[in-house]
């Protein structure tokens, strides 16, 4: 199983630019969810998917973030515009739910991204 | 609110030796899932442990167990015999009914040779 894949795996822009953040889940996983490392706020779930569907949103910083699912095996999320304070390593994460309580997530390596 | 409390920003252990990292949480919340997370360098989210709330027996991963106290809602990680590919940023973490994983901020380990 190659994990959970996250491309880029840099990322450094312009303030102003769009920025979008790709994930690939584990093959059969049914969740999938986002989250935000910082050093000032350490780490925070943006948004989670249960069979592509966002159940919980509540971290999205502001309307310039979004993220979708189109499918079972693929994740983006946009940034747009960008601005420095979004500078962050994004983790992208996925398990396996079969309803009562969740089980562990699998985590990707992570995209740095800078915004100059 | 539900909330996991490392107080412990960083800690220090000799090569070979125990030590032991402290997380406690909050949640009204009877069934649950707790986890150690290990973050190195590389910045990779690795998972060292698990919990079920409701198994009495402290789960145990080769050199890593737990000490799980569900009444006191305290979780702590003792790593016996510590090796230097053991230094790294560990995080406490607690998975609610609704999917969501809370992390504590972080221990910071290191091991001196």
């Known amino acids: 199983d190659a994990g959970v894949i996250q491309s880029p795996r840099h990322e450094v822009t312009e303030m102003g630019q769009e920025v979008t953040l790709r994930c690939k889940p584990i093959?059969?996983?049914?969740?999938l969810f986002w989250y935000r490392q910082t050093m000032m706020r350490g780490l925070e779930l943006l948004i989670y998917?249960?069979?592509?569907?966002?159940?919980?949103d509540s971290g999205m910083p502001e309307d310039r973030f979004s993220a979708k699912m189109p499918n079972a095996s693929f994740s983006t999320l946009k940034i747009q515009p960008s601005e420095p304070r979004d500078s962050a390593v994004y983790f992208c994460?996925?398990?396996?739910?079969?309803?009562?309580?969740?089980?562990?997530?699998?985590f990707g390596p992570g995209t740095r991204l800078t915004v100059l | 609110a539900q909330t996991v409390t490392q107080s412990q920003p960083e800690m220090s252990v000799q090569e070979a030796e125990t030590v032991t990292l402290s997380c406690t949480y909050d949640t009204s919340e009877s069934d649950y899932y707790l986890f150690w997370y290990k973050q190195p360098p590389s910045r990779q989210m690795i998972l060292v442990i698990r919990q079920e709330a409701y198994k009495q027996q402290n789960a145990t991963e080769n050199r890593f167990s737990v000490n799980f106290q569900k009444a006191a809602k305290s979780f702590s990680l003792k790593i016996s015999d510590s090796q230097l590919g053991d230094a790294a940023m560990y995080f406490c973490a607690f998975i609610n009914q609704g999917g969501k994983l809370i992390f504590g901020q972080g221990t910071e380990l290191s091991v001196k040779p």
């Open positions: 998917f249960n069979n592509n569907v966002p159940i919980d």
């Open positions: 093959s059969g996983h049914n969740s």
């Open positions: 994460a996925s398990s396996s739910w079969t309803g009562g309580a969740h089980n562990e997530q699998f």
